[in-house]
């Protein structure tokens, strides 16, 4: 059952439209412009400077790009693990080992998406991570962060409650997409950190 939005209230389905139609008017070069900007400010951030081991994703399509960030991390020495989709939304995980171990794959009617081509290690290996970077769409004022829709991300947030894992979580977007609001429901976790190309902001302190 879809939440009912109270007056004031954004509408999850509204807002990630509206939010979808921005980001494809990115040109070519906006995307790369903000893509290394991201990565510098993702790479000042304590949490990733620590880790060991950081949960990420390959962006697609007109996502904030991830993939300075990443290989940039593998440069630091930092395990970097990537999802692979399950016919059931759920998350696999597999190491990356650089732009050469991606492989593409379609996914039924939707975007196809990169995901490591190599030994599966199972949707529990992102309980080893320091840091999870998460995809989405929009994050408020208190940390709650709008997903596309598809519930891959709400299981990997249970799967690390479940284990009593506290990786630090971080969701990266466009400056424009910090807003005053964002739907939330009872199961939604909200995130430690956003990263946007002019800055971080906070929703908890660093531990």
Do not use: C
Request: neutral net charge.
């Amino acid at each position: 059952m879809r939440p009912i939005a109270r007056p004031g209230e954004p509408d999850k389905r509204s807002l990630r439209r509206e939010i979808l139609a921005v980001r494809n008017r990115l040109t070519a070069d906006d995307l790369r412009e903000k893509s290394a900007a991201l990565a510098g400010r993702a790479l000042e951030l304590p949490e990733l400077a620590r880790a060991g081991t950081v949960a990420a994703y390959v962006s697609v399509g007109s996502e904030p790009g991830t993939l300075a960030l990443l290989d940039a991390l593998r440069a630091r020495g930092v395990r970097v693990l990537l999802p692979a989709l399950l016919p059931d939304n759920d998350l696999d995980w597999g190491a990356y080992e650089g732009q050469g171990s991606l492989a593409r794959v379609q996914h039924g009617g939707r975007m196809a998406l990169f995901e490591p081509a190599g030994e599966r290690l199972g949707p529990d290996a992102v309980t080893t991570a320091d840091a999870v970077l998460l995809p989405g769409l929009a994050v408020d004022a208190r940390g709650m962060r709008l997903g596309r829709g598809g519930g891959s991300y709400d299981r990997v947030l249970a799967r690390l409650e479940r284990a009593g894992a506290h990786p630090a979580l971080v969701v990266l977007l466009y400056d424009s997409e910090v807003v005053g609001l964002v739907p939330a429901e009872p199961h939604d976790r909200p995130v430690d950190a956003v990263v946007t190309p002019a800055g971080v902001r906070r929703f908890r302190p660093a531990s």
